[in-house]
């Protein structure tokens, strides 16, 4: 009977959900502009401090004339301001999340948030094991695919925000942002550095009343890497290194100004590619690579299967891998997506991926003998 009930009412549901303004207030600002809150390394978040609230503005990362966000934030405990700035608000601390990424997923978890996580989408993709026994047990609910939301069931759930990650013109989710449901924009991956991107942990510590740890992991990130950047600074010699390989007919290439090309750099690598001024990964001809990297010292590879992969393994898949000059030296050191946490961890401790950079590329400075928590070398 309960279910005949919702499938009548649903159409009415969502009218009202789709139509509902309540979380997102519109308003002229007639506050003062605040005091601002510092980001030491963050370019596209704005924080600011007002008496009753805090203004959260999220620059376009592909149009920074533009805002591409903006939050406000009103403490649960105290009674809403009779005046508010435009943008959504968002009562803290946020006690209910819908969270697309797995990315962000592993950091609510690591600030003791994870609680608030009610449900996910591109489950698939989420290598933590305790997500998955949650759905299972229906504590946490599988909410689709990330391009196609299951739409009722973020409408049952109900939560408080959604968090996802945004592209190039997303537009506004389509039905997904219409449900009167604030959505937060994460476009930390879009950062020009490392330590910027980790710096967003601050912003979500915000939302999830757990600012005070996270402005403190984030100085302990920041300290360790700044820490580990100055002792390979100190390098007389500086190693060439290649990273990925061939996929089908093309091989993707960080640009140099990306996170991994400032990571190797700050490790004390010399990246093949550096000279290529982009953030993003290009698709290369392999032919072109190969010509450009042969001769590089160190070969950094990720990918995603059962097995641990062998030389034979790169051997039987491009001839030309066994041409380089990192695999008759040993030198290749791969990633396991299917067995780490990488991408669930890695974005917000780059401290720990340069520590392991530093430790491949230079053997001088380790101390003890080489352990890696995300690599290991390729063997045959």
């Given at each position: 009977m309960?279910i005949?009930?919702m499938?009548?009412?649903?159409?009415?549901?969502i009218?009202?959900?789709l139509t509902?303004s309540?979380?997102?207030r519109?308003?002229?600002?007639?506050t003062?502009?605040g005091?601002?809150l510092?980001?030491?390394?963050a370019?596209?978040?704005?924080?600011?401090?007002?008496?009753?609230y805090v203004?959260?503005?999220?620059?376009?990362?592909?149009?920074?004339?533009?805002v591409?966000?903006?939050?406000?934030?009103?403490?649960r405990?105290?009674?809403?301001?009779?005046s508010?700035?435009?943008?959504?608000v968002?009562?803290t601390?946020v006690?209910?999340?819908a969270v697309?990424t797995?990315v962000?997923?592993?950091?609510l978890d690591?600030?003791?948030?994870?609680?608030?996580?009610?449900g996910v989408c591109d489950?698939?993709?989420?290598?933590?094991?305790?997500?998955?026994?949650?759905?299972?047990r229906?504590?946490?609910?599988d909410?689709?695919?990330?391009m196609?939301p299951?739409?009722e069931a973020i409408?049952?759930?109900?939560?408080?925000?959604?968090?996802l990650?945004p592209?190039?013109?997303s537009?506004?989710?389509?039905?997904?942002g219409?449900m009167?449901?604030?959505?937060?924009e994460c476009?930390d991956?879009?950062?020009?550095?490392?330590l910027?991107?980790?710096e967003?942990?601050?912003?979500y510590g915000?939302?999830f009343?757990?600012?005070?740890?996270?402005?403190?992991?984030f100085?302990?990130i920041e300290?360790n890497?700044?820490?580990?950047?100055?002792?390979a600074?100190?390098?007389?010699?500086?190693?060439t290194?290649?990273?990925?390989?061939?996929?089908?007919?093309?091989?993707?290439v960080?640009?140099?100004?990306?996170?991994?090309?400032?990571?190797?750099?700050?490790?004390?690598?010399d990246?093949v590619?550096?000279d290529?001024?982009?953030?993003?990964?290009?698709?290369?001809?392999?032919?072109?690579?190969?010509?450009?990297?042969?001769?590089?010292?160190?070969?950094?590879?990720?990918?995603n299967q059962?097995?641990?992969m062998?030389l034979?393994d790169?051997?039987?898949?491009w001839?030309?891998?066994?041409?380089?000059?990192?695999?008759?030296?040993?030198s290749?050191?791969?990633?396991?997506?299917?067995s780490?946490h990488?991408?669930e961890?890695?974005?917000?401790?780059?401290d720990?991926?340069?520590?392991?950079?530093?430790?491949?590329f230079h053997p001088?400075?380790r101390e003890?003998?080489l352990?890696?928590?995300?690599?290991?070398?390729?063997?045959?």
């Amino acid at each position: 009977m309960y279910i005949v009930d919702m499938k009548r009412i649903f159409p009415l549901l969502i009218l009202l959900l789709l139509t509902a303004s309540s979380c997102i207030r519109k308003a002229a600002d007639t506050t003062a502009d605040g005091s601002e809150l510092a980001m030491r390394h963050a370019r596209l978040l704005s924080v600011k401090e007002h008496k009753g609230y805090v203004t959260v503005s999220i620059t376009d990362p592909w149009d920074s004339t533009h805002v591409l966000h903006r939050y406000v934030l009103v403490p649960r405990d105290q009674a809403m301001p009779a005046s508010l700035p435009e943008g959504d608000v968002i009562r803290t601390p946020v006690t209910s999340a819908a969270v697309y990424t797995s990315v962000h997923c592993g950091l609510l978890d690591e600030l003791g948030a994870y609680g608030c996580i009610k449900g996910v989408c591109d489950l698939r993709y989420i290598n933590l094991q305790k997500v998955h026994d949650d759905v299972k047990r229906g504590t946490i609910r599988d909410l689709g695919e990330t391009m196609t939301p299951n739409i009722e069931a973020i409408m049952e759930l109900r939560p408080d925000v959604i968090l996802l990650s945004p592209f190039e013109n997303s537009g506004t989710y389509g039905k997904t942002g219409k449900m009167g449901i604030p959505l937060i924009e994460c476009a930390d991956y879009m950062e020009a550095s490392p330590l910027a991107r980790a710096e967003w942990m601050r912003f979500y510590g915000m939302l999830f009343g757990c600012e005070e740890k996270a402005d403190s992991l984030f100085s302990d990130i920041e300290r360790n890497y700044n820490e580990t950047k100055r002792q390979a600074a100190s390098v007389k010699s500086r190693p060439t290194v290649v990273t990925e390989m061939k996929i089908g007919s093309t091989w993707y290439v960080a640009g140099g100004m990306s996170t991994v090309g400032i990571l190797i750099s700050d490790a004390g690598g010399d990246y093949v590619f550096k000279d290529v001024r982009e953030s993003g990964a290009l698709p290369y001809s392999p032919e072109k690579v190969y010509e450009k990297a042969r001769e590089a010292d160190y070969w950094l590879i990720k990918y995603n299967q059962g097995t641990d992969m062998t030389l034979a393994d790169l051997r039987s898949m491009w001839s030309m891998n066994a041409r380089m000059k990192a695999y008759s030296t040993k030198s290749i050191y791969c990633c396991n997506l299917s067995s780490t946490h990488f991408f669930e961890e890695t974005p917000f401790h780059p401290d720990v991926l340069l520590r392991e950079y530093v430790n491949i590329f230079h053997p001088e400075l380790r101390e003890g003998e080489l352990t890696l928590k995300y690599y290991k070398q390729v063997k045959e």
